[in-house]
């Protein structure tokens, strides 16, 4: 037979109420066995407050990488722990470099392109969720996506004020161009965000094709000078080889077997 320990008594209602009022959420939830304990063991008053200030620290630090990851808007979630550098086409120091993120501090670009199912996508994913993870912030585009944002903030005149407030990301990233065809707007969208990004924030997006084949997606002039701000402060990748999601399948590893 197990013996349940008590609950810790609830904290007084006075206290509880200045927690509320001065905002600490996590310390008024640890405060009761926090306390409970300190008395048991005679801490230090100073080590109660040690630990009281930890608790609500490692708190708001969850809470605001979860507001981070939310607002990313990433498309599977996908991190390294899935990772399979030897999978990979692109050179492991060039993927070890790109993990430590520190071209996102230089306002660096990055684009990927290669065939579909090369992990291109994983690997933005990934990066995306590693630099949220490091206390930066990051969004999320598809090609098609910025096209709806243009149009709904044309006709209000808007449309800097949204590119603005998209820029408030350390990291931008747009993924698959070069999968569908490409809306006016959605080349408009493009350029004006590698334009308003050029040397301010970072701009990482995957493609089936070279950014030098963009005139074949968008006006010769639109792709040449969105392709003149992204590279020039760029690392350029380009993953070959066959669809891992496809090698997959045909080895019967894209399914659970059927009982």
């Known amino acids: 037979m197990t013996t349940r320990t008590p609950a810790p008594p609830p904290l007084d209602p006075g206290l509880e109420g200045l927690l509320r009022r001065m905002r600490l959420p996590h310390i008024r939830r640890a405060a009761p066995e926090v306390l409970a304990t300190a008395k048991a063991q005679r801490w230090d008053p100073a080590e109660v407050l040690r630990v009281l200030l930890t608790e609500e620290v490692a708190g708001r630090d969850r809470s605001a990488l979860a507001t981070r990851r939310a607002r990313a808007a990433f498309p599977t ?3 390294f722990d899935a990772w399979d550098e030897a999978l990979s086409s692109i050179p492991a120091p ?5 993990r430590t993120l520190e071209w996102i501090g230089r306002h660096e670009n ?3 392109c290669g065939p579909s199912g090369t992990g291109k996508t ?3 994913d990934a990066l995306g969720q590693a630099a949220v993870e490091n206390g930066k912030h990051v969004a999320w585009f598809t090609l098609e ?3 709806v944002l243009v149009r709904r903030h044309r006709a209000d005149d808007s449309l800097t ?3 603005g407030r ?6 931008v990233i747009v993924d698959d161009i070069g999968l569908l065809p490409v809306s006016t707007d959605a080349a408009e969208g493009l350029y004006r965000l590698t334009d308003a990004a050029y040397e301010r924030r970072s701009v990482a997006i995957s493609s089936n094709l070279h950014p030098s084949g963009f005139d074949e997606l968008m006006p010769k002039t639109l792709a040449t000078a969105t392709v003149d701000r992204l590279l020039h402060h760029a690392h350029l990748c380009q993953t070959t080889g066959d669809s891992v999601r496809l090698s997959q399948a045909l080895a019967g590893k894209g399914v ?4």
């Not at 060039?94 to 790109?98: E, G, I, S, V």
């Not at 659970?256 to 009982?259: A, N, R, S, Y």
Request: proline share 3%; charged share 20%.
């Open 110 to 112: 990055l684009v990927v």
């Open 122 to 124: 994983f690997l933005l």
């Open 145 to 147: 996506s910025l096209g």
């Open 166 to 171: 998209i820029l408030r990301a350390d990291l």
């Open 94 to 98: 060039t993927q070890a470099a790109l």
């Open 256 to 259: 659970k077997p059927l009982e």
């Open 77 to 79: 979630g996908k991190t």
């Open 161 to 163: 004020k949204a590119i």
